[in-house]
């Protein structure tokens, strides 16, 4: 039997929406997959500056954080 490489701790929403989610992945240890929403606001990201090479800034609503207990 395979092993679950990919597992989400939550990813709940509305039907017909496109769902937030926390995960995890085995290749990832110590750390959180998470699927938002691409932030564009251009003062937002000027307020945020660059990030570091190879990470980018993504937001997440407050609910998804609730509902997978790390609020």
Known sequence: MEQQRLTWQSRECGSGKQCAGVGRHVALPGGRIVQGYLITDPQVLADLGLPPQGEG????????????GAG
């Open 57 to 68: 800034y993504l937001w997440v609503p407050d609910e998804v954080f609730d509902t997978a």
